[in-house]
């Protein structure tokens, strides 16, 4: 990696050297003193009216505070889209990580600095926190040694790859070939930061049709519990008016009571009709941009996978997939479970959900239905049986007897039924063993999750595991 650091470093010195820089900026050689700076109020609070900038200003910014410090600004904008999607997730972090480069608190009273001017060193502020970003990658070492140097701004192995691939994205190469130390040009591909803000504005596009389909699968929900409400009621009064004690008075009451709650029904019935038509057109929708996503890769160099991340692209590790989707930098999992062998799978709403491998479906619930609200249960072939639970939204194919390849899309993170946040309840049938021990689940540690504190002992070094049989279904 050295080696590739080093051509990465001699490829961008000198589109950051000519660009413009503010004046009396702290030095790169000692952190601030005690005291030295002003930070807002509430540090760690996050502003009613976050700042944005356009795509053009984000590169005049990564590219100045870049020639200030001396690093190149390509990785700075690969940090900023690694950390908080270019200002869109600041945070505060479950690590406390804040603001547009995801300060530690700490960090920042020891490196922030005002590049803007305005009297106070704020991590919320694009200016402020990309040039302190700089400052800081300059004082760990970045002109001699930029990995080093990135893995002291996160320490993770994955978060340097990550960084330096989505760098020569950023530079205009066309992929990397470790073995000549060097970017490699691909004929016909597009590249550079052209390339990475189109593949920005799709990412929005489809996180948020994915959104659409949360909120589309909250009105069905809503409405199937509403008719659910009024059938009752329907039959309840149907029941009392059959009574042959009830006077005439009271029977035409009762009369009048079950034609109000038959017409409330059919029009409920009526709204779940389009509350169903609108989440099949949202997801549709999200089909389609998916398509998208598919046809940019043929033109785009959309191997990085930094990028791909992004659309929360199926990670493939021999047969099995990892069945969350986003990448390491929004996807984590703990070593244990709060009360019983079980993986939970934290990730942001919405983010897609794959067959882990080759399966069948034997369950599904397409509607919140007992602790496990919407899932499925696949049953490999193996004979190794698996649940999903919380889902937002199953995918319509998703029923019992269909058979998935491994990475098919099966729905969408959510928290329904016994969930307290987004995140994907992964367990084994029955329930005698922690998915996240297992072999195939820890090769994918780093590449499509971060582990939530320490990660748990290898899978080689587990032989055998023993807990309580319990079955997370309904």
Known sequence: MRRAVLVLLAALAASSAADAQPVALPSAATPNAPGAIVVPFSLSTAPAVPERRSYEQLLSLWRSAGSAYGVPWEVLGAINKIESNFGRNMGPSSAGALGWMQFIPDTWMRWGLDADGDGVANPWDPEDAIYAAARYLAAAGAQDDLARAIFAYNHADWYVRDVLELARVFAGGGGFDPTLGSSVSTP????????VFRLDDLEKRLNEA?????????????????????????????????????????FQELEREVTRLVLERE?????????????????????????????EA???????????????????????????????????????????????????????????????????????????????????????????????????????GTALS????????????????????????????????????QSFAGIAFSWQGEPPPPAAQRASESGPVITFTP
């Open 267 to 295: 029009a409920a019935i009526a709204a779940l009709a389009r509350a169903r038509e609108d989440l099949k057109e949202a997801a549709e929708q999200v089909r389609a941009l998916e398509e998208q996503v598919e046809a």
């Open 298 to 400: 043929n033109t785009v160099s959309f191997t990085t996978q930094p990028i791909a991340n992004g659309f929360g692209e199926a990670h493939f590790s021999g047969e099995y997939v990892f069945p969350v989707g986003g990448g390491p930098s929004v996807v984590s999992v703990a070593a244990t479970h709060h009360d019983y062998p079980a993986a939970d799978i934290a990730a942001p709403e919405g983010s897609p959900l794959y067959a882990l491998a080759d399966s069948v479906v034997t369950r599904s619930f397409p509607s919140e239905y007992g602790r496990c609200g919407i899932g499925l249960e696949l049953e490999l072939a193996d004979g190794k049986r698996y649940v999903y639970c919380h889902l937002s939204y199953l995918e319509p194919y998703v029923v019992a």
């Open 210 to 250: 994915r959104r659409a389909v949360n909120r589309e699968q909250r009105d069905v929900t809503a409405a199937e519990d509403a008719v659910g409400r009024l059938e009752t009621a329907v039959l309840g009064a149907q029941q009392r008016a059959g009574d042959p004690a009830l006077g005439d008075a009271e």
């Open 188 to 195: 016909g591909l597009v590249n550079g930061a052209e390339s």
């Open 406 to 441: 491994a990475g098919t899309p099966v729905g969408l993170v959510g928290s329904t039924g016994n969930s307290t946040g987004p995140h994907l309840h992964l367990g084994r049938i029955p329930s005698t063993s922690y998915p996240q021990h297992e072999a195939w689940f």
